[in-house]
């Protein structure tokens, strides 16, 4: 019986793997449910794919719900999600994002392109997480300039845009296949830590 668990567990997670792929190059209204069968070594009409999925919604919902949660098993995510101290945790982060929208390509590119096939699923990855992410770097912004005896006015806003600028290159490596100018991402992820711990450490100024 574990066999044969272990045996579908293993098809479905093919599926779901080989689906994400196809959906985020072809596009999900492109894909054929055969496809995706023949794609895993499977016989186009064997109907195996309806064994673990009632139709293609749902293969799509659970292709972006399965990268989701592989994300966040990604040892760069926990890396970004583990406390440090402030400055250091600037380098952690844009190491952490640049490698978690690389290695998560498919997923960022389904997400971006088809964003109304599982609202949920893009509410809880964009919106929820993002949102955590600019609370938790205005948090530490606002601490950072108390420290320093000076005033950041909107945190939280600054933080917003500093996080936009650090995910800007690797989505349009994602998306158009080259980083943006031909910029190498170490000298990216180092003009924006400069840049970052500048504004920690001095503040914005007015």
């Not at 072809?26 to 023949?38: D, F, L, P, V």
């Not at 982060?93 to 998560?104: K, S």
Request: aromatic share 4%.
């Amino acid at each position: 019986m574990n066999r044969v668990q272990t045996a579908d567990t293993s098809s479905r997670d093919r599926l779901l793997d080989t689906a994400l792929a196809l959906f985020a190059s072809r596009g999900y209204a492109a894909t054929s449910t055969g496809e995706i069968q023949k794609a895993c070594g499977m016989s186009p009409g064997s109907g195996a794919l309806y064994r673990h999925f009632r139709s293609k919604s749902d293969v799509l919902r659970a292709a972006l719900r399965h990268g989701l949660e592989r994300m966040r098993a990604s040892p760069a995510w926990r890396h970004a999600t583990t406390p440090t101290e402030r400055l250091d945790a600037l380098a952690t982060v844009a190491e952490a994002a640049q490698q978690t929208i690389t290695d998560n390509a498919d997923l960022v590119r389904l997400i971006l392109h088809e964003p109304d096939a599982a609202p949920d699923v893009v509410e809880e990855l964009w919106v929820h997480n993002l949102a955590i992410a600019h609370q938790i770097m205005g948090q530490a912004l606002q601490a950072s300039a108390q420290e320093a005896g000076t005033e950041i006015d909107d945190p939280e806003a600054i933080s917003a845009v500093l996080l936009a600028a650090l995910s800007y290159a690797p989505i349009i490596e994602v998306l158009l296949g080259r980083p943006p100018g031909g910029m190498d991402p170490g000298r990216f992820r180092d003009a924006w830590l400069r840049l970052s711990r500048a504004v920690f450490t001095h503040g914005v100024p007015d």
